[in-house]
């Protein structure tokens, strides 16, 4: 890979982790406990990949702060992606975009975003998860929850956000996962796969924003296309918000939701106490999202040249921003190491980032996290992990097995 080195020509001394190490791969266990002793002080350490910042309060400092940009630019070009398809569909992302750019087209879909839409999706959700652990009801013994849940609700779900057939659903999922890879520990075929992936995720969301023009529906396309008729936005801006919410919504949520299910199994007593107190499950997911994240790092590059933390960088240098590190910095959260769906969170955890490009889709993916615990819950006495495997770490963990054993409830069996 190609590594990003920082301008050093104020010399400044910072600790050195090696990201590609044994401790950064096994477990978030071993990773929190391999940057503890960074997360005092200004809280950073440096990488092969730029500057790590791994304590809360400088995480969520230089998320917020709008003189940094997500800096897919630096990101692609430290990918040797120079693809036509992939630059121009990545650079015009929502989260890529600064100033009044991103302005107009997050106000424009903001709206459609609030709560009450993601509450109008709940029922279909919970209705699909009953169907398919009804499905799953004769594996008890071997169930592959990541092919017959995790993969398929947020997919199916993005389908029905913009007016899709769900039957799309696969094709989404496949997409969403190419085009992830500019989030995965760079390979030597991904820019040609991104081209590729870019090329037809953006000729599908093109031709359904024509067909949503012709039947509209209360879904987001039609309501992006909408403004688009009374010139309030371009086609441009329309692309920014879907294909966007295309890759930030469906394998985030995946991830997620095999993270929280792979923790609640380790953890039975939580899992105990949701059965009993199920009214928990909204706090209980966004304690599984500190403790068990499946995005460890978000990016950062400064505008221009400055400094930071007495490090001299340019806007090449990739800062990340580590949530792994600043949900378990002990500085905020008690203990961070233990799994407790009672504790309060002092400050929100940042899996869904924060300030002007914070997360638009977080209802709808705490909802979707929400339905398959409370679908676990009625269905499964207890369940057991009998594989788990996950890609990616230190940027964002790709679920590749998981598989359970679960008893029913005896309503169910
Ligand atoms: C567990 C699931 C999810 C995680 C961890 C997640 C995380 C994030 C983060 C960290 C950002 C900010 C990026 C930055 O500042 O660099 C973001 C932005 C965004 N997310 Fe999510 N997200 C998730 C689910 C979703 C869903 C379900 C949707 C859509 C339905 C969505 C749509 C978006 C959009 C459109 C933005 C760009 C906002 C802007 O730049 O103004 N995300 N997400």
Same mark, same amino acid.
């Given at each position: 890979?190609?590594?990003?080195?920082?301008?050093?020509?104020?010399?400044?001394?910072?600790?050195?982790?090696?990201?590609?190490?044994?401790?950064?791969?096994?477990?978030?266990?071993?990773?929190?406990?391999?940057?503890?002793?960074?997360?005092?002080?200004?809280?950073?350490?440096?990488?092969?990949?730029?500057?790590?910042?791994?304590?809360?309060?400088? /995480? #969520?400092?230089?998320?917020?702060?709008? *003189? =940094?940009?997500? &800096?897919? !630019?630096? +990101? $692609?070009? @430290?990918?040797?992606?120079?693809?036509?398809?992939?630059?121009?569909?990545?650079?015009?992302?929502?989260?890529?975009?600064?100033?009044?750019?991103?302005?107009?087209?997050?106000?424009?879909?903001?709206?459609?975003?609030?709560?009450?839409?993601?509450?109008?999706?709940?029922?279909?959700?919970?209705?699909?998860?009953?169907?398919?652990?009804?499905? /799953? #009801?004769?594996?008890?013994?071997?169930? *592959? =929850?990541?092919? &017959?849940? !995790?993969? +398929? $609700?947020? @997919?199916?779900?993005?389908?029905?956000?913009?007016?899709?057939?769900?039957?799309?659903?696969?094709?989404?999922?496949?997409?969403?996962?190419?085009?992830?890879?500019?989030?995965?520990?760079?390979?030597?075929?991904?820019?040609?796969?991104?081209?590729?992936?870019?090329?037809?995720?953006?000729?599908?969301?093109?031709?359904?924003?024509?067909?949503?023009?012709?039947?509209?529906?209360?879904?987001?396309?039609?309501?992006?296309?909408? !403004?688009?008729?009374?010139?309030?936005?371009?086609?441009?801006?329309?692309?920014?918000?879907?294909?966007?919410?295309?890759?930030?919504?469906?394998?985030?949520?995946?991830?997620?939701?095999?993270?929280?299910?792979?923790?609640?199994?380790?953890?039975?007593?939580?899992?105990?106490?949701?059965?009993?107190?199920?009214?928990?499950?909204?706090?209980?997911?966004?304690?599984?999202?500190?403790?068990?994240?499946?995005?460890?790092?978000?990016?950062?590059?400064?505008?221009?040249?400055?400094?930071?933390?007495?490090?001299?960088?340019?806007?090449?240098?990739?800062?990340?921003?580590?949530?792994?590190?600043?949900?378990?910095?002990?500085?905020?959260?008690?203990?961070?190491?233990?799994?407790?769906?009672?504790?309060?969170?002092?400050?929100?955890?940042?899996?869904?980032?924060?300030?002007?490009?914070?997360?638009?889709?977080?209802?709808?993916?705490?909802?979707?996290?929400?339905?398959?615990?409370?679908?676990?819950?009625?269905?499964?006495?207890?369940?057991?992990?009998?594989?788990?495997?996950?890609?990616?770490?230190?940027?964002?963990?790709?679920?590749?097995?998981?598989?359970?054993?679960?008893?029913?409830?005896?309503?169910?069996?």
């Amino acid at each position: 890979m190609t590594t990003q080195p920082v301008s050093t020509t104020t010399e400044v001394l910072i600790p050195q982790i090696d990201w590609q190490s044994e401790e950064f791969h096994s477990g978030i266990d071993r990773a929190v406990a391999a940057i503890a002793d960074h997360q005092r002080g200004p809280g950073i350490a440096r990488s092969q990949r730029g500057i790590e910042v791994v304590a809360y309060e400088a /995480a #969520a400092e230089i998320v917020k702060n709008t *003189d =940094f940009t997500l &800096g897919m !630019a630096a +990101r $692609l070009d @430290s990918r040797g992606v120079e693809g036509t398809a992939t630059r121009g569909a990545f650079l015009n992302f929502l989260f890529s975009r600064d100033g009044q750019e991103h302005l107009r087209a997050r106000k424009a879909c903001a709206p459609w975003f609030a709560s009450s839409s993601a509450e109008r999706v709940r029922g279909h959700v919970s209705e699909w998860l009953d169907s398919w652990l009804d499905e /799953a #009801a004769s594996q008890s013994n071997d169930y *592959d =929850f990541l092919g &017959g849940i !995790a993969n +398929r $609700l947020p @997919s199916t779900l993005f389908c029905l956000l913009v007016g899709a057939p769900l039957t799309d659903a696969p094709l989404v999922a496949h997409l969403s996962q190419e085009c992830m890879l500019t989030s995965a520990p760079p390979q030597p075929d991904h820019p040609d796969r991104l081209e590729i992936a870019a090329t037809l995720t953006t000729a599908y969301l093109l031709g359904l924003a024509e067909l949503r023009r012709q039947q509209p529906g209360d879904d987001l396309l039609s309501f992006l296309v909408a !403004a688009q008729d009374r010139g309030e936005i371009d086609l441009d801006d329309i692309l920014a918000v879907v294909f966007n919410a295309l890759v930030g919504s469906t394998d985030t949520t995946s991830a997620q939701i095999c993270c929280n299910a792979e923790a609640l199994a380790a953890n039975p007593e939580q899992w105990q106490l949701l059965k009993q107190e199920p009214d928990r499950v909204p706090h209980a997911v966004t304690e599984l999202m500190r403790y068990n994240p499946g995005a460890w790092s978000i990016t950062r590059s400064s505008r221009t040249a400055t400094t930071y933390k007495g490090l001299d960088i340019t806007p090449d240098d990739i800062i990340f921003p580590d949530i792994f590190a600043a949900n378990n910095d002990p500085a905020v959260f008690e203990d961070p190491r233990r799994l407790d769906i009672t504790r309060p969170h002092p400050k929100p955890p940042l899996n869904f980032g924060a300030g002007v490009h914070g997360c638009l889709g977080r209802m709808f993916s705490l909802l979707e996290q929400e339905e398959v615990l409370r679908a676990m819950l009625r269905r499964w006495d207890s369940y057991e992990v009998l594989e788990a495997e996950f890609t990616g770490a230190m940027f964002f963990l790709v679920p590749q097995k998981l598989r359970v054993s679960f008893t029913a409830t005896s309503a169910q069996s």
